[in-house]
């Protein structure tokens, strides 16, 4: 069965950034599924799903602008210290999960003053060449329940009715 709209894809993967760094990986874990058409996966690497089938592995290299964007100058931001309350060690390269309004965002410290805490609020993979290594390990049509619900049923991990 070829990967195409509202089929259930099984895969396996590893993304590295263009050093071969290890951004992610489903190694160890449960393979990801998806319901192919529905917007789960970036545009970018849905494409290359289409038309692949179980036991396919294949490569897909997804650009900065296709993924999280490219670093924007204006979102580093000199805030002040008492943004993070009691947190009283505070180093560059840690990040910290912020909420304005109803979106959460991770910032990155990336310097620290004494009265203020210059923070990066591009996401952590701005401007980062994604570089998928693909494993299909299942593809099967959704259910209708699946359909109307927009998500997979796995048995033993769905409660709600
Ligand atoms: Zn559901």
Not at 5 to 31: A, M, W
């Amino acid at each position: 069965m070829k990967i195409g709209k509202h089929k259930v894809v099984s895969f396996n993967y590893t993304l590295t950034d263009n050093n071969g760094e290890v951004i992610d990986s489903t190694e160890g874990q449960k393979s990801l599924a998806y319901i192919h058409g529905a917007g789960t996966l970036k545009a970018a690497l849905e494409n290359k799903m289409t038309g692949k089938q179980a036991d396919d592995a294949f490569q897909v290299t997804v650009q900065p602008e296709d993924a999280y964007g490219i670093p924007d100058a204006s979102l580093i931001k000199e805030v002040s210290r008492d943004l993070f309350g009691d947190i009283e060690q505070i180093e560059a390269g840690m990040q910290f999960q912020t909420k304005s309004g109803d979106v959460a965002e991770m910032v990155t410290v990336v310097a620290v003053g004494d009265k203020t805490v210059t923070v990066d609020c591009n996401h952590p993979l701005a401007g980062i060449t994604l570089n998928f290594d693909i494993h299909v390990v299942d593809v099967r049509d959704a259910t209708p329940e699946e359909m109307t619900h927009g998500h997979i049923h796995e048995q033993g991990d769905h409660q709600h009715k």
